[in-house]
């Protein structure tokens, strides 16, 4: 990994509850010198995207709030997504996300939750797992043959685990099922009390950006209304694209 890699890896330590890292962890981390890792922490806190923390470390800066306020304001995907969730919440009966995807990760980018009753493991912001559930299935179904086969030789066990295949082959015709069939659905995946179905959101050139998610109560999951919701959800996902 060159040293831009390994410098943007620092972002990959802070976790869960973790708010801070000392020079001494990041250097462990990244298996660099102490020098190295305190020179990559003020490359980055001259950028504003680490600031020295209270106690001794550092944590996030100030300019990642910036970047943040500049997505929520100017970014089309979310304006568009907001419009659409706005509208099909109320036809769809549930609760709706927007996710996107990096790495191994799902992410959250923006939600219409009206049933503050049904709880979900993914808060905006929230990095949750590729190879399980509907959203990271939908996603996973219109990635690249390069980028899967990197993901089958890495988590081979946890794909298999997660019930999209043993081997290569295996794995590629399960994606290309759920592909074919325009959404993925997902039962007590990620929320062991609830259910998903995603619909792909595409670029002009079938490069997938993310996914529009149904959340709702596992029990108030109807197979027969599926194919219906899932319809208007790959509507709404084709708006979102643009």
Known sequence: MDSLGRMIGIFDLFDGDRTMVTVEEVASALDC????????????????????DIQGGFGLGARIIQLDRQIRLNDPLLHR???????????????????????????????????????????????????????GKAILAHLPDHRLRSLMLANAAEIAAAGLGNDWAEFRKTLKAIRKQGYSVS????????AGIAAPILTG?????GCLVLVVPRTDLNEDEIPEIAAKLVAGAQEISG
């Open 205 to 209: 050139s079938k490069r997938v950006i």
């Open 81 to 135: 997504a907001g419009d659409v969730m706005n509208r099909l919440i109320k036809v769809v009966h549930g609760n709706l996300m927007v996710c996107a995807s990096y790495g191994k990760n799902v992410v959250c980018i923006a939600q219409a939750w009206p049933d503050q009753t049904v709880l979900t493991s993914y808060d905006r912001g929230r990095p949750m797992p590729l190879l399980r559930g509907a959203a």
């Open 33 to 52: 010198s102490v020098p190295t890792a305190y020179r990559y922490l003020k490359t980055l806190s001259t950028a504003g995207l680490i600031a020295p």
């Open 187 to 194: 039962v007590g995946e990620v929320d062991a009390r609830n």
